[in-house]
Structures are given as C-alpha cells and as structure tokens.
C-alpha cells in the first residue's frame, strides 16, 4: 500500500531527504515547545517585573503617621480583600472539600450550631479563622457597609444600611435579618461590622492601635506598595512581653490617604505571618448606591435575629462565666470556668490586647457531650501536668489553650510554659 | 465549458512542469467553507453526536423535574445544608437559574466527556474507517484539513453548551417562576439583565472548552484508532479532574484546564469579578496554541497509511 507522504514545498537539502524531512519535523514540533517556553517564561517573569520594588515616599516618622491614620476621613471604599489565617489550625475545619469536582458551592465548615441558621453572621465569619479568603468590601460612612466573603460560585454577604442589618448566604439561599437600635448606630465605628474577626485592614489596624498603646514600641519600617498605592509601613512590636507569642504587628498605610492598607501579624518565632490582611484592589470611589440595598427575592428564608447592644452578648456567653484575667498586657492570659459546657468551636480572637476574643465563642451554646467531646478534643491536644492536675494543651502559631481536670479553660496569646506556669499558679 | 470551470481547472492541474509540486495553494474563503462545511455535516449528521445532544438536554430536565418534586411543598432543595451543585437552591424561586445550576452540573464532566468524544474521533475516526486518505488526496492540504476540524470541534462545543442552555431554560420558564434575579451577592437585577448574563455565561463555558478541544484533536492526530482517541481524551479529561480537586497538589492546579471553569459563576456576582473569567480564556487560549500547534506538528509531517 502506497504511503501518503506530507507534501514536501521545501528544496532538499544536502544529506539527502530522508534527514530534510527529519530536520522539518522537529522545526514543527519546536512550535508547541515555544508555545509553552514562552508561556513559562510570561507567567515567571511578568510578576517580578510589576514589582518594581519599594516607592520612595518623603520620610514620616512614625508619631507623624499615627496622625495620618488619625485624621484620615476618607469615608467611602470599594475593594478586594484577600484574608489569610495560619493558626496550625488542622486543616480539616477549613473548607477545601472536593465539592468542586460535581460543580458544587463550596460549603464552608459550619462551626455553629446546626440549629442556627446558614445566614448567621457568627456561623459565617468562623470560617475566616482558617485558611485564605477573598472578601469584597465597600463602605459608605458609618451607616453603610458591605462585605462579602467570595467562595466558589458562591458568596455571603453581610450588608448595613443604617438601622438595618442583613446577610445572604447565596449557596443556601438564606438570609438573616436584625435591627440595630439608634444609638449604637451612632456609636459604631466607621467601617465595622459587628463581629469579632476584622474583615479589612483598617478595622484590624484600629484594634491594634488601641491595644498597643503604651505597651508597645512603634517604628516605622520603610515603604511599600499595596495593590498599586504608595504606603509608609508601621511596625508595631509588644514591649514587656516575654511570653507573648506575638513577634510584631506591621500595617502599610496609604501615604496619599492614611488609610491602613495591609495588615500582618507575625509570630515571635518567625516564619509565615499568621494573620496577614491586604487590599489587593481598592478604590475611595464612592460605590452604587445600590451595593447597600437588599431586599430578600422569593423564596429566601429569612430568620430575623434579635439586635442586641452587645453584638455578642448574652447568647455566646451562656454556659461559660465571664472571664478572668491573670497577667498584664500582652501576656495576659484569660481564665474561664465552663462547669461542663466546654468550648466546641475555636476561640477566635479579636485582637484586643492580644486576648482571644472575651465573648465570642460560636458554638459555646452547643450542647455536647462532655465526655465524648473532651475525647475528641484529647486527639488534638496533648496531655500536661501541673499542679492543677492534669489538662490537655491546644497549641496554634498565636492563642495557646489549656484545659484542665476540673473544666478551667486558661487561654492567651503565650507560650506553652507561659500557660501551664499561670494555671500552677492560679490553682 | 464555462468561463469559471475552466479557472477552476487550472488553478488544480496546470502546474507548469518542471517546478516542484506546489504546496497548498492560495485560500480561497469559499473552499476554505465549504471544507467547514462538509465537516460541519460529517459531525452534526452523525448518530453519535445527536445522541451526545440528547443526554445533554436531558440533564436540565431531570434536574428541573426532581427540583419540582422535591420543593411542591415549599422546601429546601439540598436539605439546608448549601451542598450540591452551584445555584441549585435559587432554581426553585426563578426557572433562569436552571440554566446556570444545569451549566455548573454538566461543565465538569458530562459536556467535556462529549467534546473529548468528537475532537478524538475528528482524524483517528477517519484514519480509522480508511477516509482520510481520500480527504488528503483533495487539494485542501492538510493544514487547512486539520483547521476545518478544529473549527467543526469548536461548533459542536457551542452547540453542545446551547443544548444546556435553552433545554434548561425551556423546562425552567415552564416548571418553575421567572422574575427579577437575585445575584449572587445579594442584589436584585431585572429579568433582561439575568437574561444577558446568562448568554455572557454560555459563551464563557462554550469558551472554557476550547483547551480541551485542542488537546483531544492532538490525541486524534497520535493514533489511527478512533476509539482509543476518544478513550484517552476522556480518560485525560478525568485524571486531570481529579488531580484538580486534591488540595495537596495545588501548586499545579493553576496550570491544568478545568482549573477556572467554574469562573463563569463570578459573572453572577455584583460587582462581577473578572480577574477568574480572564484567567480561565488565558489558560484555554494557550492550551489551544500549545496543542494546536502539536497537532499541526504531528499531522503535518506524519505518514497516512490508512
């Protein structure tokens, strides 16, 4: 049978045809190779090149930046957040499930109670605990904001208008209602939610700068540029804190608006920031009107909440005494007394004096087993003895716990030993 | 014999002698679409592809009938706990979104298996029967050969997303209440608007085939058996899916061609998210230049022995 052979346009060249042909042929293939070669080369180099290194901005000292946070009045704001939490928390709590593979939502770990409805702002806001999140945000003054945290095909969406409140959960299709009374709309901070997690870098930098006042040394640290702004960057590092797990707190404010653009928090030992918040895009534009109005579609199920003066009050304390505090400043260490009903979520911290969170403890109303919930609890902890008997430790890279015989609950934002020696003591 | 037959002939058979045999000649956009034309038929005629059409425009169906049955007495589609394929809950309240629930159902595997299905049976299925030596031996050349199937492929791929598409509409407008939209983030947009968005989005997941069109038609170019063509394709299609979805491996994900298909459903966010969208079409147009290119390597240089 007579081969069908390529047309040859070519002349033959000398070697005869059989290594011409040979030769066309590994010419041809070079093109795919090339395709990809210059891909590679597109995708490695097209980064390092838009980083153009640090700008040079007229030097601030760092007393002079904290008045340009101070008296920023930039109101309005419309950008990308990217959050990124590294507790060491295990990853199975995060949400990267292989829902994806049938083009699933993803469903992010519900935390909660199952009761609860998938809309509830504290169900939704653990998930940003653990792992990297993008979160839409854009702010209006005082009275508007919205945030929403963007999964996969999916989004949550936590939106303030004046006295109202609402979130969407679009993967459930449920949504969650609450008034807020006059006068803590008054009393609310520009650009936060109620909630304990920052979702944005000023509102994390405004925590901080409360807290660090007088117990921390605060320097500047050069420049940088956050989602294409100029930024002087502040360094803030716990004072009289030896057992602070805390290395340094570094904030990038923008040096046209004094607005804090990126925000991390670094641990004592080095390594990965473990809380790092950033704009990957922003604008002070004012956003549409429109971005602040929601009106539930039908067949939203809608569960109205019940607006609260403190937005975490008396629901997430039930069950757990209010805590006391051994220690000053950043090494203070948060002691609770559960009589049985322990903790099931992680304790999610709120930045202020480096203590995790006083009150926020989603899932405390939870009603588990004790016994079989400190098994399960045992497989991540370890065992430590002391004078208060025997406890398990729960270590992340910030907030160490420590849960002893007799349901005390020790926590801060310490080392191991720094833990165990505070609940000797205290017994 | 008139006066266009006559430059017809000569255009095909009077070579001046003594030069060597002209490579593909001149293009001449009328035979450049009546190749198209006659591989759109081979495709679309075939028994095969009809088949592939129906189980496609079955899958809106059955899912619009078993949203139906389960939400008659007003509840909840995924049993309250948000799982499922994407925008599953909202089909309930508006029948368009039967189309994106549909879309984000079949995207990962029951449309690509059916792109895997005819890109590699384009050449080995005629290697395989014994035409494609009478395809070469008209004077179309094998590039243009190869391009009128790559160009038949990308056909079958918007047909294959409009048979979702308006099967998941039909049986939404029809079992189910067409209204306002609700976005994804929150906001409400008029029907007109959720109409626009939803052909951007047939378009984008028409679009986010290509790659895969690609590679099945450089498989194709490999082997002189149709169905191991089509078997490797799929097969591909499969293990890249699944290394896609383990999360130890995502420091390749990035790089594999389903990665960003689900990026359409950014178009249902206010404000939409572009940067997913842009990626996904970057990632296919270099998979169509990189294996394009391979396959136009491989064709053009291999030995036609059936």
Not at chain 2, 218 to 239: C, E, K, N, Q, Y
Request: charged fraction near 15%; include cysteine; hydrophobic fraction near 45%.
């Amino acid at each position: 049978m007579a081969l069908i052979q390529p047309a040859q346009p070519e002349q033959p060249q000398a070697g005869g045809p059989e290594e011409a042909r040979r030769r066309r042929k590994a010419l041809r293939y070079a093109v795919p190779a090339a395709v990809v070669g210059v891909t590679a080369a597109t995708v490695g180099l097209v980064p390092a090149l838009a980083d153009s290194g640090d700008p040079s901005l007229p030097s601030l000292t760092a007393e002079q930046l904290l008045t340009k946070i101070a008296a920023s009045d930039t109101q309005t704001v419309d950008g990308t957040v990217k959050i990124t939490t590294d507790l060491g928390l295990p990853s199975a709590l995060s949400g990267t499930t292989a829902s994806g593979l049938f083009g699933g939502a993803a469903a992010p770990p519900s935390l909660g109670s199952p009761d609860a409805s998938r809309a509830e702002p504290q169900r939704q806001l653990v998930q940003l605990l653990v792992g990297s999140h993008t979160l839409h945000v854009a702010a209006d003054g005082p009275d508007r904001q919205k945030i929403s945290i963007i999964q996969p095909a999916a989004e949550y969406s936590l939106i303030h208008d004046g006295t109202q409140l609402w979130a969407y959960d679009s993967s459930s299709n449920e949504a969650y209602h609450a008034t807020l009374p006059q006068e803590q709309q008054h009393k609310a901070q520009p650009r936060q939610l109620p909630q304990d997690f920052p979702a944005t870098p000023q509102a994390a930098a405004q925590q901080i700068l409360k807290a660090a006042d007088g117990k921390s040394a605060i320097t500047t640290d050069g420049t940088a540029r956050v989602a294409g702004h100029s930024a002087y960057v502040l360094e803030v590092r716990p004072e009289y804190a030896q057992d602070s797990t805390i290395g340094a707190f570094r904030i990038a404010v923008d040096a046209k608006t004094g607005v804090p653009l990126k925000f991390t928090l670094e641990p004592k030992g080095g390594g990965k920031a473990i809380v790092d918040i950033a704009y990957t895009r922003v604008s002070f534009a004012k956003p549409a009107a429109s971005t602040f109005h929601f009106t539930p579609g039908k067949g939203v199920k809608v569960t109205e909440g019940k607006a609260t003066q403190e937005p975490n009050g008396p629901r997430a304390g039930a069950g757990i005494g209010r805590p006391a505090f051994v220690g000053s400043g950043w090494d203070t260490v948060a002691v609770f007394s559960t009589k049985g009903a322990l903790p099931s979520g992680t304790l999610p911290f709120d930045g202020k004096d480096g203590r995790p969170g006083k009150a926020g403890k989603p899932g405390a109303e939870a009603k588990n087993d004790p016994a079989q919930l400190g098994a399960i609890l045992g497989g991540f902890g370890k065992q430590v003895t002391g004078s208060f008997g025997t406890g398990t430790l729960f270590h992340t890279r910030l907030v160490n716990v420590l849960l002893t015989q007799d349901g005390t609950v020790y926590a801060g934002a310490v080392d191991e030993s720094a833990l165990t020696s505070a609940a000797s003591t205290a017994h | 014999m008139s006066q266009a037959d006559t430059t017809i002939a000569a255009g095909e058979d009077m070579t001046p002698l003594g030069e060597p045999a002209p490579g593909p000649r001149a293009v001449r956009p009328a035979w450049v679409l009546g190749l198209f034309r006659s591989e759109l038929l081979t495709v679309f005629r075939r028994a095969r592809t009809l088949a592939l059409l129906g189980v496609l425009a079955g899958v809106p169906v059955l899912v619009g009938i078993a949203i139906r049955i389960e939400t008659r007495n007003g509840g909840s589609v995924a049993g309250n706990d948000g799982g499922g394929p994407a925008f599953l809950e909202q089909v309930s309240n508006n029948g368009l979104f039967l189309a994106f629930a549909s879309l984000a159902a079949t995207l990962p595997f029951f449309l690509p298996m059916s792109i895997g299905v005819v890109a590699g049976d384009s050449i080995a299925g005629e290697a395989a029967t014994g035409t494609l030596r009478y395809l070469l031996v008209a004077p179309a050349g094998r590039v243009r050969l190869l391009l009128a199937k790559y160009a038949s492929v990308l056909a079958f791929c918007v047909a294959a997303t409009l048979t979702v598409v308006l099967s998941a509409v039909i049986v939404g407008f029809s079992l189910f209440p067409v209204g306002s939209v609700t976005l994804l983030s929150g906001n409400s947009v008029s029907l007109t608007d959720g109409i626009l968005r939803g052909l951007l989005i047939a378009l984008l997941v028409a679009s986010s085939l290509v790659g895969l069109a690609a590679l099945g038609l450089f498989i194709s170019t490999l082997t002189d058996s149709g169905i191991s063509a089509m078997a490797a394709t799929v097969g591909l299609l499969i293990t890249v899916q699944i290394v896609n979805n383990i999360p130890q491996l995502h420091a390749i994900q990035p790089y594999l061609f389903p990665h960003y298909w689900l990026s359409f459903a950014d178009v249902m966010r206010a404000p939409v998210i572009w940067s997913g969208v842009l990626k996904n079409l970057a990632l296919q147009a270099v998979y169509a230049a990189a294996f394009g290119s391979a396959a136009w390597a491989r064709f053009t240089t291999r030995d036609i022995t059936a």
